[in-house]
């Protein structure tokens, strides 16, 4: 069984806080690993995929950094705002793409 | 806008009803796929289609039969369903299959179906 685990599974910040999250995936048979973002009502939105060990991608506020070795890949959203509260989803692409369940972020003003 | 459509939104049905749900992306993707989101539980593939052939059913009651006419229209028919099949139905698109590694998905934003 292929497992994707996430944490924390949920997070309340205040704006401004810089947070992150975790990701941890099996080290086998990888092809690549997604992070999603899920907002409320809308459809998820891919931020990143990242294939390479050591791959550190941006985009804005967020990035994201990759392990392959030893299976784990971290979400940094640095000055968070009331915007950035979402779902934030990990998929690990095996020649399926494998998801967590999320880390619920919650923004607060 | 992720180009990936769903209808209907909502739907409300009895276990001896049939009803169909329906996606529709113009990306020029060729690879569709269902998921199933229930409570609490990370997103579970059902079937994959790549160039309109299905090639992954994964292990999923025969009572949910999808179907891909062309490569831009895909449908999950649904029949006697229980109500534990209440969820949120997620469908999705990739430019190639998950073999390549660098595609990403896109996804509509759902039909959530509850069974009664």
């Known amino acids: 069984i292929l497992n994707v685990e996430q944490s924390p599974q949920s997070l309340h910040v205040q704006e401004g806080d810089s947070t992150n999250f975790t990701c941890s995936f099996p080290s086998s048979n990888f092809y690549a690993l997604h992070w999603y973002r899920w907002e409320t009502a809308k459809s998820p939105e891919a931020l990143f995929v990242m294939t390479l060990n050591g791959d550190e991608k941006k985009k804005g506020r967020i990035s994201a950094t990759l392990n392959t070795k030893e299976g784990y890949s971290y979400l940094y959203i640095k000055g968070s705002q009331p915007e950035d509260s979402a779902t934030y989803l990990c998929a690990y692409n095996t020649d399926k793409l494998i998801f967590g369940t999320g880390t619920r972020l919650q923004v607060f003003p | 806008e992720t180009g990936v459509t769903q209808t209907p939104r909502h739907l409300v049905m009895g276990m001896t009803n049939k009803k169909s749900l329906k996606c529709e992306q113009h990306l020029g993707h060729n690879a569709m796929y269902w998921y199933k989101q229930s409570a609490k539980k990370p997103l579970e593939l059902m079937f994959v289609?790549?160039?309109?052939?299905r090639v992954e059913n994964n292990s999923v009651p025969s009572r949910f039969s999808p179907e891909c006419p062309n490569s831009s229209h895909l449908f999950l028919h649904l029949h006697t369903l229980q109500p534990e099949d209440s969820a949120l139905y997620l469908c999705?698109?990739?430019?190639?299959?998950w073999g390549r590694g660098d595609t990403e998905a896109f996804f509509g934003q759902g039909t959530r179906l509850t069974v009664v």
């Open positions: 289609y790549s160039l309109e052939e």
């Open positions: 999705a698109s990739s430019q190639d299959g």
